[in-house]
Nanobody, 116 residues
Framework: QVQLVESGGGLVQAGGSLRLSCAAS????????MGWYRQAPGKQRELVAV????????TYADSVKGRFTISRDNTKNAVFLQMNSLKPEDTAVYYC?????????WGQGTQVTVSS
């Protein structure tokens, strides 16, 4: 089992910044990829950014490229999401995800609200 604890969400005006953090504990050895997804009301959960724990390969959604930066600290089993130039359409619940070969784990989610 892997436990994920997120922090850093909140309310910000358009153009502002937020930083999300996710700390993992438990059977970390089983995890290959960690990152962030988001789900807006009435929409499906979508990828924001993920990073592989080994090579550090990063994938971003086109909608956040150039504005969001994902980083990792393998020594702390943590991933971070720096979100700059936020837009109202970035409003969603952001979930930290940890992905193994057979299992996916999710955090409880943190609300990000961007006002116009």
């Amino acid at each position: 089992q892997v436990q994920l604890v997120e922090s850093g969400g909140g309310l910000v005006q358009a153009g502002g910044s937020l930083r999300l953090s996710c700390a993992a504990s438990g059977s970390i050895f089983s995890i290959n990829v960690m990152g962030w997804y988001r789900q807006a009301p009435g929409k499906q959960r979508e990828l924001v950014a993920v990073v592989t724990r080994g090579s550090g390969r990063i994938t971003y959604a086109d909608s956040v490229k150039g504005r969001f930066t994902i980083s990792r600290d393998n020594t702390k089993n943590a991933v971070f999401l720096q979100m700059n130039s936020l837009k109202p359409e970035d409003t969603a619940v952001y979930y930290c995800g940890a992905f193994g070969s057979l299992t996916t784990y999710w955090g409880q989610g943190t609300q990000v609200t961007v006002s116009s």
